[in-house]
């Protein structure tokens, strides 16, 4: 449960740091494309390596998909909040907390999957 939230922590302020940089009127000048590359590719090494370290520490394959939940759902959350901010709907912590929930399950039983095979 700590490396989920210890990457959930990190997770949540690379959210919040371009929910600014993607949502902030001003700061429309930055280029898109490569900020929601960014956006997409950094969750998913993220949670991957959560799952990768939470089985070299436990070597159970739903221990890591737990600590991916956990840093999915509290990034996702974070990236909720962000938007809601910004004045979108309050649906969004809801959907940010599931699709961060069930991604960081998937990637973090994956990243189990490439720790359990390299031994």
């Known amino acids: 449960m700590t490396a989920g939230v210890r990457a959930g922590a990190v997770l949540a302020a690379f959210a919040i740091v ?7 009127p ?4 930055i ?9 997409g590719v950094v969750p998913i ?11 070299k520490s436990f070597r159970r394959t739903l221990m890591a998909a737990i600590a991916g939940a956990t840093a999915g759902g509290i990034g996702g959350c974070a990236g909720g909040v962000a938007y809601v901010v910004y004045g979108k709907p309050a649906l969004n912590v809801v959907v940010g907390t599931i699709f961060g929930m069930s991604a960081g399950l998937a990637l973090g039983a994956f990243g189990a999957v490439i720790a359990a095979r390299r031994t």
């Open 18 to 24: 371009f929910a600014i940089l993607g949502l902030t």
């Open 26 to 29: 001003s700061l429309s000048w």
């Open 31 to 39: 280029p898109e494309i490569p900020l929601l590359a960014i956006a």
């Open 45 to 55: 090494a993220l949670l991957t390596v959560t799952g990768y370290r939470a089985w």
